[in-house]
């Protein structure tokens, strides 16, 4: 089997279990040097001992067995300091850091009217800063090898969701959060690039503890069916590809469009109240109709 990722380090947050797991042993499979990260908590965020050791140890150890390198890390990845010293462990422990892989999430699904303010702080919080962290201190480290004459072929790949990109009812807290990587994607794309960096986010589909339970996952694509495209993002290989949101379901994989302007007029003054009714119905009329939101 080809091994796009050898002799490549990379991080995957949120890797004892499910999709993130998945993505793990796909870019060991590969060659990739892995920094297992995983918090160990239940599916609304709540830390406990686990059985047999942590997700991340489990993880590591069938790396191992199968003849990979990775090391298993606990960091909050929502924790700066935290999210700092995980990407300092790659460092020290593989000598560098290629890929970035933003997966860790949890949720907590309520209607919009029943949501608490806790419930809010807690899912924006590990999905948006989770991934804001990882990202912040992996870009410093990156702009610094490129200053130092030492570019990597860095990549980063963040996780956002059809929720965040269609939205989805009963979710409004992890919507929200997931739409917010997607414009994360699209700004460190742009900042990054100087330093040899791309950065891209998938939205994926697979029958997860997240989703079971949610509603019915018999016929829902496997966490590994997501890995293959995150092994390729991984790569050296995709160094013209940056700034895109991609779906994957199955065997499907799609290229999300995103915001974008469209049908536009110009009336060259400030608009009258009671002008916006009927200019504002033409434009919608000329317009696509909007992706259904999910449960709707």
């Known amino acids: 089997m080809s ?7 990379a991080i995957v947050t949120g890797a004892g279990r499910g999709i993130g797991r998945a993505h793990a042993l796909e870019l060991a499979s ?3 040097a892995v920094v297992v990260n995983d918090y160990g908590v239940s599916l609304a965020g709540q830390r406990g001992p686990g059985e047999g050791g942590s997700p991340a140890d489990q993880v590591v150890a069938e790396i191992e067995a199968a003849g990979g390198r990775a090391v298993a890390n606990g960091a909050d990845v929502a924790d700066f300091a935290d999210a700092e010293a995980m990407v300092r462990q790659a460092v020290d422990t593989f000598g560098g850091l290629d890929v970035l892989v933003n997966n860790a999430g949890f949720v907590r699904d309520r209607m919009l009217v029943n949501t608490s303010e806790e419930e809010w702080d807690a899912v924006v919080r590990v999905h948006l800063k989770g991934h804001f962290a990882p990202l912040r201190h992996a870009g410093a480290y990156w702009r610094a090898e490129a200053k130092e004459g030492r570019q990597r072929a860095a990549r980063v790949v963040n996780t956002s969701s059809g929720a965040g990109l269609q939205g989805s009812v009963g979710q ?4 929200a959060a997931k739409a917010g990587i997607a414009g994360l994607t699209l700004v460190a794309a742009q900042e990054m690039g100087r330093y040899g960096v791309t950065v891209n986010a998938i939205a994926p589909v697979a ?3 997240m989703t079971e339970g949610a509603f019915d996952t018999s016929a829902m694509a496997l966490p590994e069916d ?3 495209v995150v092994a390729w993002l991984a790569s050296v290989e995709s160094s013209d590809v940056t700034g895109r949101v991609i779906e994957i379901d199955g065997g499907r994989i799609t290229v999300e469009n995103g915001w974008s302007h469209g049908p536009t007029r110009d009336l060259g003054r400030r608009w009258d109240a009671v002008e916006v009714g009927p200019a504002l119905r033409d434009l919608l009329s000329e317009a696509p109709a909007p992706e259904p939101v999910y449960g709707a």
């Open 3 to 9: 091994r796009l990722l050898e002799g490549r380090v």
């Open 30 to 32: 590969h060659g990739a």
């Open 172 to 175: 409004a807290t992890y919507s």
């Open 207 to 209: 029958r997860t503890r």
């Open 226 to 228: 997501n890995s293959p």
